[in-house]
């Protein structure tokens, strides 16, 4: 089993900038994905970012340059910086890992503001 424990979100203005940080125990195995997933009231979760064990990234369309993710050599912890943020980036954003076979965990979600 996989824990994940997220931090650094909160209220930012427009064209702001936040960093959100989880980091993961457990039984952690490879290969493995870790990511960013985000949710709004009455929405689908989609996919804001991943980065795998092999290095290879994804971004939603949405992103479109304003985020970077990144991981630790160990692969216990995942990051996203959110620069350029826009009031559309409001969302409870999740922390998700992907290991072999069906092992996935996520995180308790942390809510991004984006608001003057």
């Known amino acids: 089993q996989v824990q994940l424990v997220e931090s650094g979100g909160g209220l930012v203005q427009p064209e702001g900038s936040l960093r959100l940080s989880c980091a993961a125990s457990?039984?952690?195995?490879?290969?493995?994905?870790m990511g960013w997933y985000r949710q709004t009231s009455g929405k689908q979760r989609e996919l804001v970012a991943t980065k795998g064990s092999n290095g290879v990234t994804y971004y939603g369309d949405f992103v479109k340059g304003r985020f970077t993710i990144s991981r630790d050599n160990a692969e216990t912890t995942v990051d996203l910086q959110m620069n350029s943020l826009k009031p559309e980036d409001t969302a409870v954003y999740y922390c998700?890992?992907?290991?072999?076979?069906?092992?996935?965990?996520w995180g308790q979600g942390t809510q991004v503001t984006v608001s003057s």
């Open positions: 998700n890992y992907q290991g072999p076979g069906v092992q996935q965990a």
């Open positions: 457990g039984s952690i195995r490879s290969p493995n994905v």
